[in-house]
């Protein structure tokens, strides 16, 4: 895991939390259901399409989904029925080429920004077609970018794009925060992420040789562990929260708290018998590594210990509208599993309604809202296959 000490200097925010006080809880919850208007994958019988890695979602204002694959290096362009309408690049070094696009974003001009490696590659309009597909210019973002990252880019109100990155320090957790950029690619600041009771490292690793190593998968936080989930708003704060609690902070550039949104949702207890089996689970993960769990960097003390949670994180990701709504999903209740659930909350922080996607839409890369439609990514637990689900959802 590289330092990238050098790269970027982040801004080192700790949250000590202090509970609010408890926001009253909605005298009726408002619940309605998303219309899936398309599957787009290998199993669509009408727009069947090979997808290798998604690794990233975006929209434009027309409702066309556009989808980065790390696999076949490559943007599709999706019709809100599925129906392919156009790709934009391929693999290769050259003007409008990929290796490993990402974070696909469409300002309000309706230009494509794609991160690839330390890149940030810009698309135009066509006249004829008025998608995206005119390669413009590249800018150079930060050496030794996270070229794997499934975190999305933002564009703000301002027109600044916001580059994530991350990095490890000696303090054994991950650190991140966004590099931001005007259009023309000029570094402006870093926009930071804080670090909560919750924060973990992002990966583990073991040590090979006196100046190497290797990642380890799958122990370095136990499961149903609340993660912080985090996004920059179209106003260029940032919205995060430690998930442990029904509450999300908003921040600015200088880490300063604006304001608390928070939702009276009880906690749900993760049933003994689903505990039990990841806790067994788990052990058999830690069994199998050639070193003792205490040889290995990144590895929670929860994990070190096998203590489980007893309760489910309250939320796993979070989604913002160009209109500075809010998007929250939550950990589905067991009732509801295999669904999603989502709790929407106007630009002042005032929660207005849930809700329910009747598939289970993916953490990474994170779903996706821009007028009324909704793209996520749907993952088949039996061959595993990534399709994009685009949906439609009334106001």
């Not at 207890?269 to 205490?294: F, G, H, M, T, Y």
């Not at 439609?373 to 595993?384: F, N, R, T, W």
């Amino acid at each position: 895991m590289s330092t990238m000490c050098t790269v970027v200097i982040l801004h080192i925010l700790t949250v000590a939390l202090v509970p609010a006080p408890a926001p009253p809880t909605p005298d009726a919850v408002d619940t309605t259901y998303a219309t899936i208007r398309a599957i787009a994958g290998e199993s669509s019988p009408r727009y069947p399409l090979l997808i290798g890695e998604i690794s990233g979602l975006a929209l434009d204002d027309a409702g066309h989904v556009f989808v980065s694959d790390f696999q076949e290096p490559r943007i599709l362009v999706l019709a809100l029925d599925g129906q392919l309408l156009a790709t934009i690049g391929r693999k290769g070094r050259g003007p409008g080429e990929f290796t490993a696009p990402t974070g696909p974003v469409v300002d309000a001009h309706g230009r494509l920004f794609v991160r690839n490696m330390e890149q940030v590659v810009r698309f135009l309009p066509d006249p004829k077609s008025g998608l995206p597909t005119q390669f413009d210019q590249a800018f150079t973002g930060p050496a030794m970018a996270p070229w794997r990252s499934k975190l999305g880019s933002v564009i703000d109100q301002m027109g600044r794009f916001h580059f994530p990155l991350q990095v490890g320090l000696r303090d054994g957790l991950t650190h991140y925060a966004y590099r931001r950029y005007d259009p023309a690619g000029r570094v402006l600041d870093s926009l930071p992420v804080p670090i909560y009771p919750t924060t973990r490292a992002t990966f583990a690793g073991v040590r090979t040789g006196p100046g190497g190593g290797r990642m380890v998968f799958g122990v370095n936080v136990v499961p149903f562990h609340p993660m912080p989930t985090w996004i920059p708003t179209p106003a260029g704060t940032l919205l995060s929260g430690a998930a442990n609690t029904y509450e999300l902070m908003e921040t600015s550039v200088r880490g300063e708290r604006l304001r608390t949104i928070s939702l009276a949702q009880p906690p749900i207890r993760i049933p003994e018998r689903e505990r039990a089996e990841s806790a067994e689970a788990l052990k058999r993960r830690i069994d199998s590594l050639p070193v003792p769990i205490s040889e290995v960097s990144g590895a929670s003390e929860e994990v070190k210990a096998g203590k489980l949670p007893s309760t489910y994180p309250m939320y796993v990701a979070l989604a913002a509208t160009p209109a500075g709504e809010i998007w929250v999903q939550r950990w589905p209740p067991p009732e509801l599993r295999g669904r999603t659930v989502l709790d929407v909350f106007a630009p002042t922080g005032v929660y207005q309604r849930t809700v329910i996607i009747s598939k289970a839409c993916a953490v990474a890369p994170a779903l996706i809202v821009r007028n009324g439609i909704l793209a996520c990514v749907v993952i088949d637990q039996e061959s595993g296959a990534e399709s994009v689900l685009i949906a439609s959802v009334s106001r």
